[in-house]
């Protein structure tokens, strides 16, 4: 072989292995995807938090022990994605069996904005999802060190920008009965997330 | 001399309050640091090219396997994981100064004097064609590519690669229309 092939193999050699190790083996292009794919694996616990929900009822995650609880994360003045993602979150809630609703699987919006999103707010904003408060919860998290160790936990990651508003990542997260997440799904695909909800919830009657 | 000012220029950009600066905004890390970085390099090229000439000329014939591993660095850098991963991992941030000046900066200088106009002119359609797929991908993405910047900071840095990609393109066609010995 040649020194010129030689060195042209060493530098595709190289490369294949910095972008095969940059990318998780040409798995994650984004930091976003990268981030899920290690949730799913290491399934963190919701860690103990206290909720305030719509209704002024606080309580703590435990609140959902044996039960599913479907999970976003949002703000109420949000006027880009959140509005979408509560939308698409309501149209997975419309595709479960009402039977399963509130019994074995609880659906719940956190918002991260707690000083603006008051249980006043956190009602009228439930209002426009036809969310009824009790198997559809909102709520947030008054203590800011909670709240912040929580997104950390599930790599929720919020910015602010100087006009009130956030820059933030959104997915469906699932929390299993045990309290671990075991799925970070895509929002945008509601079908999607539907159906592996309702095989979940299925798989657990066939048992 | 050269050598001298790209090593002051590479240590100056690795200082942590210039790092922060060029880094919190996202077109100025892109396309701003990053170059930088592969300029200082480009600057110190010369110390190494007297220093190994046989190690360039055996194994850099012709500035092919440069100029490739070049392409290949400066493209790794542009996806939004490796920009992400820079500012959460330390040893990734000190692989980014280094891969930059020393994979991309040193190995353009080493080759391109001894590409032909081929390979020059396939670099610039290279970065033409990507540059201007990554501006169309920043620009148009409803997602957040990067965790670490805002959306609109995307959009900047999307604009920001179509515009260098508007100049190679404007560069690319007076190449084919204007022929320098009319001018001679």
């Known amino acids: 072989m040649n020194p010129l092939k030689i060195s042209i193999a060493v530098v595709l050699l190289f490369s294949f292995g910095l972008f095969f190790i940059g990318t998780d083996g040409f798995q994650a292009f984004t930091a976003e995807t990268a981030r899920t794919n290690d949730l799913i694996e290491t399934q963190p616990e919701f860690p103990e938090v206290t909720l305030e929900d719509s209704h002024e009822r606080t309580y703590s995650f435990s609140e959902f022990e044996g039960?599913?609880?479907?999970?976003?994360?949002?703000?109420?003045?949000?006027?880009?994605?959140?509005?979408?993602?509560?939308?698409?979150?309501?149209?997975?809630?419309?595709?479960?069996?009402?039977?399963?609703?509130?019994?074995?699987?609880?659906?719940?919006?956190?918002?991260?904005?707690?000083?603006?999103?008051?249980?006043?707010?956190?009602?009228?904003?439930?209002?426009?999802?036809?969310?009824?408060?009790?198997?559809?919860?909102?709520?947030?998290?008054?203590?800011?060190?909670?709240?912040?160790?929580?997104?950390?936990?599930?790599?929720?990651?919020?910015?602010?920008?100087?006009?009130?508003?956030?820059?933030?990542?959104?997915?469906?997260?699932?929390?299993n009965r045990e309290g671990n997440l075991t799925d970070v799904m895509d929002y945008t695909k509601v079908d999607e997330a539907a159906d592996k909800v309702n095989a979940i919830l299925a798989n657990e009657k066939g048992v | 001399?050269?050598?001298?000012?790209?090593?002051?220029?590479?240590?100056?950009?690795?200082?942590?309050?210039?790092?922060?600066?060029?880094?919190?905004?996202?077109?100025?890390?892109?396309?701003?640091?990053?170059?930088?970085?592969?300029?200082?390099?480009?600057?110190?090229?010369?110390?190494?090219?007297?220093?190994?000439?046989?190690?360039?000329?055996?194994?850099?014939?012709?500035?092919?396997?440069?100029?490739?591993?070049?392409?290949?660095?400066?493209?790794?850098?542009?996806?939004?994981?490796?920009?992400?991963?820079?500012?959460?991992?330390?040893?990734?941030?000190?692989?980014?100064?280094?891969?930059?000046?020393?994979?991309?900066?040193?190995?353009?200088?080493?080759?391109w004097m001894k590409l032909t106009d081929f390979w020059k002119n396939a670099v610039f359609v290279f970065f033409t064609l990507q540059y201007g797929l990554m501006g169309l991908i920043y620009l148009m993405s409803d997602s957040q590519l990067c965790n670490n910047y805002l959306q609109s900071e995307q959009i900047t840095l999307g604009w920001g690669f179509l515009t260098v990609a508007i100049a190679l393109l404007i560069y690319l066609i007076q190449l084919v229309i204007i022929d320098p010995s009319d001018y001679e």
């Open chain 1, 67 to 175: 039960k599913h609880v479907f999970i976003t994360f949002m703000y109420t003045a949000c006027t880009s994605v959140c509005p979408q993602l509560e939308m698409n979150m309501y149209n997975v809630y419309k595709q479960l069996p009402e039977e399963a609703v509130g019994e074995d699987i609880v659906f719940l919006s956190i918002s991260f904005d707690p000083e603006n999103d008051d249980p006043e707010t956190l009602s009228t904003y439930r209002g426009y999802f036809e969310s009824d408060g009790e198997t559809w919860r909102m709520a947030r998290i008054p203590d800011q060190k909670e709240l912040d160790r929580l997104l950390e936990e599930f790599g929720v990651i919020v910015i602010p920008d100087d006009n009130g508003h956030y820059t933030h990542n959104s997915a469906f997260y699932l929390v």
């Open chain 2, 1 to 111: 001399m050269q050598p001298i000012i790209g090593l002051i220029m590479f240590l100056f950009l690795m200082l942590p309050p210039v790092a922060n600066l060029l880094e919190s905004i996202m077109i100025f890390h892109m396309h701003m640091q990053m170059p930088l970085i592969a300029i200082s390099g480009f600057l110190m090229a010369p110390f190494f090219m007297e220093k190994f000439p046989k190690f360039f000329a055996k194994w850099n014939e012709r500035g092919i396997p440069g100029i490739i591993l070049f392409t290949l660095v400066m493209t790794y850098w542009s996806i939004p994981r490796a920009m992400d991963d820079a500012l959460t991992m330390y040893s990734v941030e000190l692989f980014k100064f280094i891969s930059l000046a020393f994979l991309a900066g040193v190995p353009l200088r080493a080759s």
